[in-house]
């Protein structure tokens, strides 16, 4: 039994295609993601430090993430973007947030890393 050239040339395309489709799809993998604030109630008149640290589910860390924060008040329309955000090793990172007046925040932080899915994370504070 004889097989037609045509089916040859459908089984290379197929098998070209199914190559190009594995080379082209990423699989991200889950990421771990703590947030925390150092002062116990951050105060209006200064900067207040938002520390992170990423890791895979391995526990080795993520570096060169992207990290974006911004914080509004919960009770009035007020916004405050992301004014600076650092890396600072070993899957540490610190973003600075000026909460110029008192009352309660959310800070809302998202982290962005290749490979990995994008976290987000909120955190409430009471500014005093």
Known sequence: MRVRP????LLAASCIGILIFAATVQEHV????????????PAPVEL???????????????????IF????????????HQSSAKYLGQ???AAQLPLYMAGPWAISIRAEAVGFDTLHQTLLVQVQ
């Not at 889950?30 to 002062?39: E, G, K, N, S, Y």
């Not at 207040?48 to 992207?66: C, N, S």
């Open 91 to 93: 899957g540490n990172y």
């Open 30 to 41: 889950p990421a771990v993601m703590q947030v925390h604030i150092d002062q116990q109630h």
């Open 6 to 9: 045509f089916f040859w040339l």
């Open 69 to 80: 924060s911004s914080a509004n008040m919960t009770n009035m329309d007020m916004v405050v």
């Open 48 to 66: 207040t430090t938002v520390e992170l640290h990423l890791a895979d589910t391995q526990g080795l860390p993520i570096e060169e993430a992207r």
